[in-house]
Nanobody, 123 residues
Framework: QVELVESGGGLVQAGGSLRLSCTVSGRTFSNFAMGWFRQAPGKEREFVAAISWNGGSTNYADSVKGRFTISRDNAKNMVYLQMNSLKAEDSAVYYC????????????????WGQGTQVTVSS
């Protein structure tokens, strides 16, 4: 059983920063590519960022490119999302997700999901 637990969400003013963390347990973490997704009220869940199993490659949604950074620490079974220059439209529940080996922007291709952490950006 693979378990993902997000943390680090909260309330921040526009222009501020937050760092989300996701810890993974239950299987060899370095086998997984990891992704971050988000869902705002009344909207579909959308891709934010993804990172390959070894951290060697990443990709981002256009809306967060240059502001967010995904990273991982395989020794700690952790993946992170550093969010800078936050905007009100970044407010959402953020989910981390895992799939074996190769990263993907498609949520249907992820097998394991966390419960989500709320990020609220006040303008």
């Amino acid at each position: 059983q693979v378990e993902l637990v997000e943390s680090g969400g909260g309330l921040v003013q526009a222009g501020g920063s937050l760092r989300l963390s996701c810890t993974v347990s239950g299987r060899t973490f370095s086998n997984f590519a990891m992704g971050w997704f988000r869902q705002a009220p009344g909207k579909e869940r959308e891709f934010v960022a993804a990172i390959s199993w070894n951290g060697g490659s990443t990709n981002y949604a256009d809306s967060v490119k240059g502001r967010f950074t995904i990273s991982r620490d395989n020794a700690k079974n952790m993946v992170y999302l550093q969010m800078n220059s936050l905007k009100a439209e970044d407010s959402a529940v953020y989910y981390c997700a895992a799939r074996l080996w190769t990263r993907s922007t498609l949520q249907a291709e992820y097998n394991y999901w966390g419960q989500g952490t709320q990020v609220t950006v006040s303008s």
